[in-house]
């Protein structure tokens, strides 16, 4: 028997920012469902067990960026959410060296000097523009983008907010900043360091889930958008969900539930219902239909529009610009059951950066290779990796005295090139094999004992990763953070602030601004939207401050 | 203001003008003009720098580096009196195809060479009006200062020079909703997606490509290639060949500079800029010559200037800044000095005539881009080719043609160096590409002469052999021009002013950094 319930509100998709979203609208007084196509919630913020007694954090692996008014507002710790931030990183070179990042500063002092005395005087620079660059952006990420085309008194406000934070920067810095936001994280690194190491280990973050090199222009603000974090007031700093990243999608589950919201998993979005340019509701794959004046998915937009939505709803130009929105796959993701932490003969034992993000990149030359492996479909040949084993601080994560080991792969294509044609369709078990046998090369340079440690092994293209999350190509921004796709860009210029052609769909997901990454935000503003656009705004709590 | 700084004395200047290329002898233009005594030394034995055409066999003239004219503003052209370079007819360019249906380009128009019409001409055509459009509005902003934002953005000295980007905002207000947000989303953009959300990739999508990475240290998947573009078609895109080669452009700069009274010295080496008083008061060449003037303007780069004056005299700030200008300079010219004029297979004779482009694909032209990164030499360069010979057969001697090959991108000093395997290397790839679509091209051949960026580097004075002496991101241009702090032509030294190429607009032969220095000079009233 199929069921046709009705409610005020329905959020397609139950990832962290649709369940964001749902519980603003819930405690708001609204009757909310979730509809979810996977029998879990989270999305790509999910703690899964694939190999009993492990727990994995499939997709997203570490947390920094999700906002804290929205932890707070959602009371998030109340219902489990504790974050563990970790303490430093490291990169390991080929010959037995290693590269050592602490958050303390002295520590990462001495250690830039062992490389390069000249970076180590240099750090202090290059972590201030960052730092400064961060607390720029961060009142923007609650807000909507202002519309620069449009005369209306909203638009004209965000515009003037904008330009009375860019006045506030001063003159340097102001043109300083126009400079940042398009230069490559390559060449700012370059300008500061000396060190190949060093310079590897620090520009991982421009380039994780984009379709750029190191040296693409606009990869500096690609690094920004992985610094604006927090973790306890220390912005740039990261931790573990204790629980996998799932505990903060069950987090925001269990915040929904108690403000009265429902959740149906099982069965996704088959298509919107629209009527007279009006949404009305959502059918699902089963055959249930549920209605609502108000819809907001929590798919990208290409997934919305160009799959769940009839062509004749939407506007040609529309249409068009939705095509052309980059989602590229990019990444792709080992999770690995370790039956005891791996041999680093490197590295002292136990040492603090062992519990960080573990690299073994040696130079911007070898990151920018493995991106020109990308561009021609291939996996990088020299895979640069984001390594962490969070079972050493949540100890949740696996049985006692075995270790669970996340190892994010930059870069893999989605569409895959095999003799001269490039398609989705060859990833197989074969060519993920072949894959992860590269990844695992590359990890032996570190820790030379990996293959024998492994008990169990997820191996996620971006094929897998589309597949399983719905995220298009796999792509974990939901759209590239490319200026032309970012602020009154994102997703669509005109249609930037969580509205579409279609009255009462809103976009809540990281297709819209700020974008991607664990932050919440979309999920937040879009929530924010609805409300207003219900008449019920003061019923938001408010963020502009 | 000292006595001794109005320059007046015996045998001294109002200015004097380190480097005779054309942006040095546009400053003079607009100096001379305007009634000041203006000097223009040039190192070489000629002024004209990158204009400048030589002879690398007796009889046979090469556009030494530049070789074609394309961004040179009327107005500017007219106001310097050097109209009549913009009178010849402008020439089509031609995507030469693997396949041999080559691609023929004039103006929005795109078609095959055979006559038949391209499939892609109506997106072509609607995807190159835009861009025009476009780069209009932009190229308004080349012709002043950039825009300052000294005392914040509220203050009514800034509200002045902002009014060149208010003017910007309003006449894209004007394009209407659609076409402004259309701008502002691919502003920043690279042209690997634009073109190619508009058009299947081949020959004509690997041309526009190839435009949009002309002269920089980018592929077009770079971001702010869109940019690179819109700044080629600044002034309309229409691409020349102007009557008596391009050695007749650096002439007629250099007649009009010559004209308006500028005196012009070649073979004067200036080793150092004279500093009195943190204020330039001249200039000492090689052959222990001073001369003497009330301000010193330089076409050299920013860092370059400040060595020349005493590094001493600038803060530690700025000279970071110059010491980290990107300027990877990517192109490479070879020169060929041919018996006669090649066949060109599947193109008529007048169509030889134009721009020649080896881009057979945006994926090609990024491939061509790879090895650089590395410092590796390219197996497939991208090439602009050009037989000037075909329109101005008075330019070689005895029926011999000439042929001008800007080959990208080849790096400043190849990993190993530039020994004689490496340039011999160079020079078979470019020859063995072109001869796939010139047979029996390398018969022809009786001179041939390669320019790498450490040569131009050398010979021109061009930091890092950068045709436009800093790369022209978009972070290096309008107020981070050349670098921030460093943008409105003047630097700390009082009365030395930059005037090349890596000052605001930028590169190309425009003449405009040269005038605009020159006017902000005359403006700042300290002559």
């Known amino acids: 028997m199929s069921r046709h319930d009705r409610y005020d509100a329905i959020i397609a998709g139950a990832g962290h920012n649709g369940l964001t979203a749902a519980c603003y609208l819930a405690r708001a007084g609204l009757r909310v469902l979730v509809v979810e196509k996977n029998d879990w919630v989270g999305g790509a913020a999910v703690s899964r067990s694939l190999h009993e007694g492990w727990t994995y954090s499939n997709c997203s692996y570490v947390c920094s960026l999700l906002r804290r008014e929205i932890v707070r507002d959602l009371e998030l710790p109340r219902f489990g959410l504790q974050v563990i931030p970790y303490e430093g990183g490291a990169s390991f070179t080929r010959d037995g060296d290693y590269f050592a990042y602490f958050s303390d500063h002295d520590a990462l002092r001495r250690e830039m ?30 807000r909507n983008a202002p ?11 965000e515009l003037l907010f904008l330009i009375r934070k860019a006045h506030g920067l001063g003159r340097r810095e102001l043109a300083e900043t126009l400079r940042f936001w398009t230069l490559s994280i390559g060449d700012f690194l370059d300008e500061h360091f000396q060190s190949d190491l060093i310079k590897a280990h620090l520009a991982g973050s421009g380039i994780i ?38 505990a903060i999608s069950n987090a925001l589950a269990a915040s929904f539930q108690e403000a009265g919201g429902t959740i149906v998993t099982g069965s996704g979005i088959d298509r919107f219902l629209v009527s007279d340019g009006r949404v009305t509701g959502v059918a699902l794959e089963n055959g249930d239909s549920y209605a609502a004046p108000v819809v907001a998915s929590n798919m990208d937009v290409k997934r919305t529009f160009l799959k769940h939505t009839d062509r004749k709803h939407l506007p040609e130009d529309f249409i068009r610009a939705v095509e052309r929105f980059k989602i590229r796959g990019s990444s792709g993701k080992l999770n690995i059951a370790l039956d005891a932490l791996p041999d680093i003969p490197a590295a002292p034992r136990g040492a603090p950066f062992l519990r960080g993000d573990m690299h073994c990149s040696t130079s911007l030359a070898e990151l920018e290779r493995a991106y020109d492996d990308w561009k021609e479909g291939r996996w990088s ?18 049985p006692k005295g075995k270790h669970m080991m996340t190892v994010f792969v930059q870069y893999a294509p989605y569409d895959l090139e095999m003799n001269g044609v490039r398609s989705a369709d060859n990833w197989n078990d074969d060519t993920r094999k072949a894959f992860a046998d590269s990844v695992f090369d590359k990890i032996a340079q570190a820790m030379p004992d990996i293959r024998d440690r492994v008990v169990h092994a997820e191996i996620r293209s971006p094929w897998d990763i589309e597949n399983e999350v719905g995220l298009t190509e796999g792509n974990i921004f939901q759209g590239e953070l490319t ?44 929530a924010r939207e609805i409300l207003r656009g219900l008449g019920k705004a003061g019923r938001m709590p408010d963020h502009a401050a | 203001m000292p006595p001794d700084a109005t320059g007046a004395g015996k045998g001294a200047f109002d200015v004097v003008l380190i480097g005779g290329g054309h942006n040095g002898l546009a400053a003079a233009i607009t100096l001379a003009r305007k009634g000041r005594s203006v000097c223009v030394l040039e190192r070489a034995d000629r002024p004209g720098g990158m204009a400048r055409s030589s002879e690398p066999a007796a009889g046979a003239h090469v556009p030494e580096i530049a070789h074609l004219l394309y961004n040179l503003d009327a107005r500017v052209a007219r106001e310097l009196g050097l109209g009549l370079l913009l009178k010849s007819p402008p020439i089509p360019a031609v995507s030469l195809a693997p396949d041999g249906r080559h691609v023929v380009i004039a103006g929005d128009a795109a078609r095959f060479a055979d006559g038949t019409p391209h499939p892609d001409a109506p997106a072509f055509g609607e995807l190159n009006a835009r861009l025009r459009r476009f780069a209009g509005l932009l190229g308004r902003l080349s012709l002043k200062s ?3 934002f000294d005392g914040g953005l509220a203050s009514l000295a800034t509200m002045g020079e902002m009014a060149a980007l208010a003017r910007l905002g309003l006449d894209l207000k004007r394009l209407g909703k659609h076409e402004m947000r259309e701008f502002l989303r691919i502003l920043l953009g690279n042209a690997h997606d634009l073109v190619l959300d508009e058009m299947a990739d081949g020959p004509l999508a690997g041309a526009i490509c190839a435009d949009a990475v002309r002269g920089n240290h980018v592929g077009p998947r770079s971001p702010g290639t869109v940019f690179n573009l819109m700044y080629r078609l600044g002034s309309g895109g229409a691409v020349r060949l102007p009557e008596g080669g391009m050695g007749a452009v650096c002439g007629a700069f250099e007649q009009a500079a010559r004209a308006a009274g500028a005196e012009i010295r070649t073979g004067c080496d200036v080793v150092r800029i004279l500093v009195e008083n943190d204020a330039a008061k001249g200039v000492a060449l090689r052959d222990g010559t001073t001369i003497r003037a009330g301000a010193v303007l330089s076409s050299a780069g920013p860092l370059q200037t400040m060595t020349l004056a005493g590094i001493g005299h600038f803060d530690v700030e700025a000279v970071r800044r110059a010491r980290n200008l990107r300027c990877k300079g990517t192109v490479a010219k070879l020169n060929l000095v041919l018996g006669a004029a090649p066949e060109i297979t599947g193109l008529r004779g007048d169509l030889a005539a134009g721009r020649l482009l080896v881009a057979p694909s945006a994926v090609a032209v990024e491939r061509a881009f790879n ?3 590395y410092g590796e030499l390219p197996a497939e360069p991208v090439i602009e080719a050009v037989i000037p010979t075909l329109t101005e057969p008075s330019l070689a001697t005895n029926g011999r043609h000439i042929l001008s090959a800007n080959v990208q991108h080849i790096a400043h000093t190849p990993r190993g160096g530039w020994g004689d395997a490496a340039r011999n290397r160079i020079t078979a790839t470019v020859l063995s590409q072109l001869e796939r679509h010139m047979p029996g091209l390398k018969g022809l051949v009786e001179a041939a002469e390669l320019l790498t960026p450490a040569d131009i580097e050398a010979r021109f004075g061009a930091p890092g052999g950068h045709w436009h002496h800093a790369e022209m991101g978009i972070d290096q241009i309008l107020t981070l021009r050349p670098a921030n702090g460093l943008a409105h032509y003047r630097l700390a030294v009082h009365g030395l002013y930059l005037c090349g190429a890596s000052a605001h607009p930028g590169g190309d032969v425009t003449g405009l950094p040269g005038r605009n220095s020159a006017r902000q000079l005359l403006k700042d009233r300290i002559l």
């Open chain 1, 381 to 398: 040949a020299e895979p640069y990796f984001d390594m962490l084993i969070p079972s050493q601080i949540d100890p949740t994560m696996a």
């Open chain 1, 147 to 157: 519309d620069p085309a449009s005369l209306r008194p909203r638009d004209m406000g």
């Open chain 1, 113 to 142: 000097a062992r490389h390069s005395p000249a970076d180590a005087d240099a750090y202090a620079r290059f972590s201030q523009t960052v730092m400064r660059q961060c607390r720029f952006i961060r009142p923007f990420l609650l």
């Open chain 1, 209 to 246: 889930g984009t379709g750029l090199g190191v040296y693409s222009p606009g990869t500096a603000y690609v690094l920004l958008h992985h610094y604006m974090g927090d973790v306890d007031g220390t912005i740039g700093a990261w931790g573990f969900a204790r629980g996998g990243m799932g």
């Open chain 1, 483 to 526: 200026f032309d796709q970012l602020l009154f860009n994102r997703p669509v210029p005109g249609y930037a602030q969580y509205r579409t052609p279609i009255a009462g769909l809103y976009l809540a997901g990281s297709s819209a601004h700020p974008g991607g990454g664990v932050m919440a935000a979309p999920g937040a503003n879009a």
């Open chain 2, 146 to 148: 950039p825009p300052r």
């Open chain 2, 371 to 373: 090895p650089v990164k």
